[in-house]
């Protein structure tokens, strides 16, 4: 949200605050609200608001707890968290366009959707096209989408060797690209809610990461990072990892700077474990809050959620450090 509606409610919260102070332009000093800072001396204050790379972060050098502003308010003060919401709302952001990128030439010259239709020139009857429109995928992203009536006869022409015993049905072409324009992979959709196999996945530069939204990603705001490439273009600065290795993550990004966006699914061992490793190495992961009853961002939507209610569940969610794995142990205990 607008850093002018943040400081406005530094502002109006700071009476709450003990020994709270401006030390310089966006940055304040108080004591920590959340743990009580020192139970020996009245004097230390340990809390401090301050921005980065565009956000109001959140930040206690007692208990360790570090989150975004609309998360801080929302545990100080709930009444004056929800006139935030409203007030934000009503302050919607514009979207800072990436920086232009220099093209490389990918050496995969093969690789052309020229013969293919986009989602984007299909008939609104036609079946794929239905499809996305039914899931209210942004019909901003159909231009990108290719549909490939028989997938291995397309990919026995591109890739031979890959064409081997795939499945030659229909498919929604998702084609991934780095921030150069370089094409990294296609992943094939299935529109048949009845198929076995709903994705199929073909890699294109073996040595390049297979992240969707590279290309348009602004690498110097906060990044979320969802698992699928649908959840990610109902964000207004989002990639998809398909749960890639963290290591590959902090190798290309700065931890501080992605917001982990897994499924909501509390039960799952495997996501809990991705999400506390997460947090160790020092990435933000969002916790889902008890009454969201979805599983994905999608699903999400398709409840009637919007995309600026997206934004902000995952803005007033966003945990790290002590406070990170003490929300995912709490989390990982809700009865779905």
Not at 42 to 47: E, V
Not at 110 to 117: A, E, H, R, T
Request: charged share 30%; glycine share 6%; hydrophobic share 35%.
């Amino acid at each position: 949200m607008s850093l002018i509606v943040d400081t406005k409610y530094v502002g109006i919260v700071a009476g709450r605050l003990e020994r709270f102070k401006r030390i310089k332009p966006n940055h304040w000093n108080f004591r920590c609200p959340i743990c009580g800072d020192s139970r020996k001396s009245t004097t230390k204050a340990r809390g401090y608001l301050y921005v980065q790379k565009g956000d109001l972060l959140y930040k206690c050098h007692n208990c360790g707890v570090c989150c975004g502003f609309a998360n801080f308010l929302k545990q100080v003060d709930s009444p004056l968290f929800k006139r935030y919401c409203i007030e934000s709302f009503a302050d919607k952001p514009t979207v800072s366009k990436p920086t232009a990128k220099k093209k490389i030439k990918t050496n995969i010259s093969v690789w052309k959707f020229d013969d293919l239709k986009s989602i984007e020139e299909l008939d609104d009857d036609h079946f794929a096209k239905r499809y996305l429109t039914e899931r209210k995928i942004p019909k901003r992203f159909f231009k990108e989408l290719y549909f490939a009536p028989n997938y291995a006869e397309w990919l026995a022409k591109v890739d031979p060797k890959q064409s081997v015993n795939v499945t030659d049905d229909a498919r929604i072409l998702i084609p991934y690209w780095d921030q150069y324009d370089r094409l990294t992979m296609v992943q094939a959709r299935s529109p048949n809610p009845r198929t076995t196999i709903k994705y199929i996945t073909t890699k294109v530069h073996p040595s390049l990461p297979k992240i969707y939204g590279l290309n348009r990603v602004d690498f110097k705001r906060t990044i979320d990072a969802v698992e699928g490439p649908f959840d990610c273009m109902f964000l207004r600065n989002g990639i998809a990892t398909g749960g890639i290795s963290l290591n590959v993550l902090k190798d290309m990004f700065t931890p501080s700077n992605i917001r982990l966006v897994l499924d909501n699914e509390p039960r799952n061992e495997h996501i809990i474990g991705y999400m506390r490793k997460a947090i160790q190495m020092g990435f933000n992961v969002v916790v889902w809050p008890d009454y969201v009853r979805q599983n994905d961002i999608n699903d999400m939507i398709l409840s009637g959620k919007s995309k600026d209610d997206i934004d902000l569940l995952l803005r007033s969610n966003s945990y790290s450090g002590a406070a990170g794995l003490l929300a995912i142990n709490k989390w990982k205990k809700t009865s779905r």
